[in-house]
DNA sequence: GGCGCCTGTCACCTTACTGTCACATCCCGG
DNA sequence: CCGGGATGTGACAGTAAGGTGACAGGCGCC
């Protein structure tokens, strides 16, 4: 899963047309966008740098589109991307094969660009909730992932990028243990090669910046296993 | 797959300096290691103890590491590690090969040792969850995988990294009656020499801290056998 | 180039946890 | 009722895990 602030989308067509319209709106959305000629072309884009969200055309060259699905889900990036097919059919019959390969949504040609961004909105919360815009709540924590604000009790924060995203995975998933190996994936990004201790430091530093205002610490250290949000 | 603590990964290279560089270092992080010369031995390996991560490299003598991955996929044994093609080869076109071919990651020499680390333990993560059931219960305990959280008659509880394997270990099997011996392999780990009444005293303390807030002992003791959860 | 912010690493400290021992207690066959 | 093996448990020292201040390098911004 990339890690950056934009989420990242892959779309899939043949047509160098369709490529550019969808690119244009994705990107005016402001999404990150990858494209890829064929089925081929888009397992080296995933294993590249893994999309958040992939969109397939249904018909392509040599590897067709639901075929290309069932690659995509079977690899170890794929899996942790949302797979929108794009079909120009329409056939209740497609629809429930494309699904039954692993698809996590369909849309059908023609629609419009604000269903197109909304479908691909509702999967990427789905896949990365703190990507998608929300607005992460935790107790009196608030955190915004659009407008890059944090306010705790209505005060202010200021954190920087790291602790910023290490607060966000944090609250996406309230309670649920997070070993420091996953948060460094999470974090700080599947290639980089980082010490775990400095996991620690940043725990440290982020809960430092949530109690300036003064209130209880809400990161939960697990002795053995990592850190967790209450 | 295996089951006891440390994650066991099979080194597959013709190389007996490779593997020996490999072993030594996988060693160093924490796993148990095997190793096979090709891609027979390979299958072997698996069949005799199912590895979760399996480092394939990709010129193999007899058995291609192209054609061992498909083996390997096809099989039962393999089919629950994850494979990870190594290769000197860094054209995309082998990348694609190799991922088509069923490996779930790919890495290309010259890598770091830390990078090769680092994928292991990404593999290892997706390949086996902390824990598959979240929540355990049994009778007013319950007990989190998830979030690491223990609580008796909706009392919180504290309980150390070790009585929380144990208890996990109890309340999995309710009923069951654990030898001393069952218990060091489950809790402790495999290879791990510990003497059998440490079991006995951290009983004795997870005990405790269940009754902290009163309520009846849930530990069964059976003499001459082992402990067991009501 | 100077400055300040952010980052990753290190060293040092504190603390919780752990494994073992010694001794008390219990259970059961005889 | 007794003896011996099995289990319960308090004490203790060693150790591993986590908290934290310090520091140097990197980077963008004046």
Redesign the interface.
Same mark, same amino acid.
């Given at each position: 899963m990339n890690t950056t602030d934009k989420p990242l989308v892959l779309v899939v067509d043949d047509e160098p047309a369709q490529r550019a319209l969808l690119s244009y709106n994705l990107k005016a959305a402001g999404f990150r966008v990858s494209t890829a000629n064929d089925g081929?072309e888009a397992?080296?884009a995933i294993?590249e740098d893994t999309p958040d969200v992939i969109l397939l055309d249904w018909m392509l060259p040599r590897l067709s589109g639901l075929e290309a699905c069932r690659?995509i889900k079977?690899?170890?990036g794929g899996?942790q991307s949302a797979v929108i097919m794009v079909s120009a059919r329409s056939e209740e019959a497609d629809r429930v094969r494309g699904l039954e390969t692993g698809a996590d949504d369909y849309i059908v040609k023609p629609y419009s660009v604000a269903e197109l961004i909304a479908r691909v909105k509702a999967n990427l919360r789905r896949v990365r909730p703190a990507a998608a815009g929300a607005v992460l709540e935790a107790g009196d924590i608030r955190l915004d992932t659009e407008s890059y604000r944090v306010t705790r009790a209505g005060e202010a924060l200021h954190l920087g990028p790291t602790e910023f995203r290490l607060l966000a995975a944090l609250m996406e998933r309230q309670?649920?243990?997070w070993?420091r190996?996953?948060l460094l *994936?999470r974090v700080w990004g599947? *290639?980089i090669?980082i010490d775990t201790r400095t996991v620690d430091v940043h725990v440290g530093r982020l809960r430092k910046a949530l109690c300036t205002h003064g209130g209880a610490d809400p990161i939960r250290t697990?002795?053995?296993?990592g850190y967790?949000m209450d």
């Open positions: 081929e397992m080296l294993a690659q079977a690899s170890a899996r309670g649920k243990v070993t190996e996953a *994936d599947r *290639d090669y697990v002795r053995g296993a967790a």
